[in-house]
């Protein structure tokens, strides 16, 4: 699977847009970009994922720039509940098998009021 | 519901001790993982199962071991070989067939180990 780098702490103030990025330069034709986050002392959730196409759902948006090497996942109006580490991951669509996710140690997103 | 259940939530072990955690899931998922947290750190892999009675090691599977029996259960014994077992465990499930997306991949809400 491909590696992600992501810096490893933002701010976002209250009801503002946080863009999150993630870089995956090598990132394979058949890798999925997938974002889950992690708020403390919890399991992680998933948030979305994207191939190529932007993708927009009740959480977050994800913009995936047309080379593919980045994306940017949004979150359009942070409250503080969205304070949580998020996590970037690339990884291929195995036909019928469920393959290990591999995580970084993401963003730490703090959202203050 | 269904859902990822890991029991207890909070377990101390004697230094020396093996500890087993406990990991169900009732969501008819194939595939289940165990991950290791460290303070400030990401999530790394310890082992994981594709199918009943099969498994693999992760990155760190040194002093763990698992069992397989049953597709709803995926229990993680942590044991004295384990220099540094102290840790957040988190236990996952994924389907197998799922081809499309990882909305199948679920985690639990963690066993946090202290070894005193």
């Known amino acids: 699977d491909a590696k992600t780098t992501q810096p490893p702490s933002m701010d976002c103030a209250e009801g503002r847009a946080a863009n999150l990025p993630c870089n995956h330069s090598t990132i394979s034709g058949n890798e999925y970009v997938y974002w889950y986050r992690q708020i403390h002392s919890q399991g992680p959730q998933y948030i979305i994922h994207?191939?190529?196409n932007n993708e927009t759902n009740e959480m977050a948006s994800l913009i995936i720039t047309e080379d593919r090497k980045s994306s940017t996942l949004i979150l359009p109006h942070a409250t503080l509940r969205d304070t949580a580490v998020y996590y970037c991951?690339?990884?291929?669509?195995?036909?019928?098998?469920?393959?290990?996710?591999?995580f970084g140690t993401g963003t730490r997103l703090q959202v203050t009021l | 519901d269904g859902g990822i259940t890991q029991s207890p939530k909070y377990l101390f072990r004697k230094e020396g001790q093996n500890v087993t955690l406990s990991c169900e899931q009732n969501?008819?998922?194939?595939?289940m993982y165990w991950y290791r947290q460290d303070p400030g750190q990401g999530l790394r892999l310890i082992y994981y199962s594709q199918i009943v009675n099969d498994f693999q090691k992760g990155d760190i599977a040194e002093g763990y071991s698992v069992s397989r029996e049953k597709k709803e259960s995926f229990p993680l014994t942590v044991t004295s070989a384990q220099k540094n077992p102290t840790a957040f465990y988190l236990c996952a499930s994924a389907s197998r067939s799922d081809r499309s997306s990882f909305y199948g991949y679920t985690f639990g809400s963690g066993t946090r180990l202290t070894v005193v």
């Open positions: 969501l008819n998922h194939d595939a």
């Open positions: 994207g191939l190529k």
């Open positions: 991951i690339v990884r291929a669509q195995n036909t019928g098998t469920a393959s290990k996710l591999t």
